[in-house]
């Protein structure tokens, strides 16, 4: 597996840092899913709003994760309807359990690699799907993201180690 070295954070409440961080990527939780949304089934494809949730998360840790998987789907139902408010709970839900899988796992692993991202991914949507399964009661609704989501999961995996190997190496 590819492994690198790069410095990952753990931003307190108190610290101004965390709120900044975690605005720039609500903003980009804002953003792709609108670009997503453009094309037909980009959301439940790409799986946008979770994207800059799981960066965040990972790179900054968990609390900026959390700031991030709270305020995203809640701004973007209420500026743009999407995700509507019935799919909420759920995807506040595994927004939630990425934030703190990513953010555990950076810190207790203290790298990036492929293998850790796809753990992370593999993770949030396996005990996402338990959750919403137990919240809709159908099995074939929670399975929508591995249904239709893989390009979403590996965007996640590939782009997200991508971005935090590269581009937030520092």
Not at 31 to 36: D, F, I, S, Y
Not at 86 to 103: N, Q, Y
Not at 136 to 162: C, K, N
Request: hydrophobic share 50%.
């Amino acid at each position: 597996m590819q492994t690198a070295a790069v410095k990952l954070y753990s931003l307190a409440y108190r610290e101004g840092k965390t709120y900044w961080m975690a605005l720039l990527f609500i903003v980009g939780n804002i953003a792709l899913p609108q670009l997503c949304h453009t094309v037909r089934m980009g959301g439940p494809t790409w799986l946008p709003i979770y994207f800059f949730t799981l960066i965040g998360a990972y790179k900054y840790g968990w609390r900026v994760g959390l700031l991030t998987a709270l305020a995203s789907p809640l701004l973007n139902t209420a500026l743009f309807g999407m995700p509507a408010p019935e799919t909420l709970p759920v995807i506040l839900s595994k927004s939630v359990l990425l934030a703190v899988f990513a953010g555990f796992t950076a810190r207790r692993y203290r790298k990036v690699s492929i293998g850790l991202m796809m753990a992370v991914v593999l993770a949030y949507q396996m005990v996402g799907t338990g959750v919403e399964w137990a919240l809709t009661g159908s099995l074939y609704e929670a399975m929508q993201d591995f249904r239709l989501g893989v390009p979403g999961m590996l965007l996640q995996i590939f782009g997200g180690w991508a971005l935090i190997k590269g581009i937030l190496r520092k």
